[in-house]
């Protein structure tokens, strides 16, 4: 199936751990991102790359790092986890053209305890 | 930076009545796009604006886009219970770096 994949899709773990999660999209887009969505349910970017290249990198703390080995594929890896990073993670696609509507993953409820 | 503020943020509504959800900008967009997110699950785009006063229909939601492009709303007529879920309006900025914004959303609950 054409879709925007993310495992794992629940994540709980312990503060202070180190996590990551991956996401592969196979609808030929060349821009991926990262959204957090939080308990009240704002959606707020937090990276895209456009063809492996970093493009939007938000105000997010320096223990998420984005990592794209090409463009079908994005990784966010999460060091030292607080109680703050509890929140569902979405991953997106979609083309460069900015008419081009998103393509979201299912999510990742990431539970940090 | 960028806001993108929607009113309601929630709204309960009996079946069969109307519901409106009003989507502002604090800058000019060079598009708007609709999404909604069913509970427990992810964002799906409904539809995109693109036009200063574009006026487009799907069935009974009726989307609009302002005709300074700052701001938008979707109108759905006679809600039924499948319209339950948050509606989220996203924005382009106009000469940005291809950066969406997504509003802060209206969860709507259709009570049977």
């Known amino acids: 199936d054409t879709a925007v994949s993310q495992t794992p899709k629940y994540l709980v773990t312990q503060m202070g751990n180190d996590k990551s999660i991956k996401c592969e999209q196979n609808?030929?887009?060349?821009?991926m991102y990262w959204y957090k969505q939080d308990s009240k349910k704002f959606l707020k970017i937090m990276f895209s790359?456009?063809?492996?290249?970093?493009?939007i990198n938000e105000t997010v703390p320096n223990r998420f790092s984005p990592k794209s080995p090409d463009k079908a594929h994005l990784n966010l890896h999460i060091n030292s986890l607080e109680l703050g990073d509890s929140a569902v993670y979405f991953c997106?696609?979609?083309?460069?053209?900015?008419?081009?509507?998103?393509?979201f993953g299912n999510g990742t409820r990431l539970t940090v305890t | 930076g960028q806001q993108v503020m929607q009113i309601p943020q929630y709204q309960h509504v009996q079946e069969g009545e109307d519901f409106t959800t009003y989507c502002n900008s604090s800058?000019?967009?060079?598009?708007i796009q609709w999404y909604k997110q069913r509970p427990g699950g992810h964002p799906v785009f409904l539809i995109q604006?693109?036009?200063?006063?574009e006026v487009k229909k799907q069935k009974r939601l009726t989307f609009q886009f302002g005709e300074a492009k700052k701001n938008s709303s979707l109108h759905i007529t006679a809600t039924q219970t499948t319209d339950v879920g948050t509606y989220f309006c996203?924005?382009?900025?106009?000469?940005?770096?291809?950066?969406?914004?997504f509003g802060t959303g209206t969860k709507l609950q259709v009570i049977p």
């Open positions: 997106a696609s979609s083309f460069r053209d900015r008419e081009s509507p998103l393509h």
């Open positions: 609808l030929g887009h060349d821009t």
């Open positions: 790359y456009n063809n492996k290249e970093l493009i």
């Open positions: 800058t000019t967009l060079s598009n």
């Open positions: 604006l693109v036009k200063s006063g």
């Open positions: 996203a924005g382009w900025e106009s000469g940005g770096y291809q950066k969406v914004t």
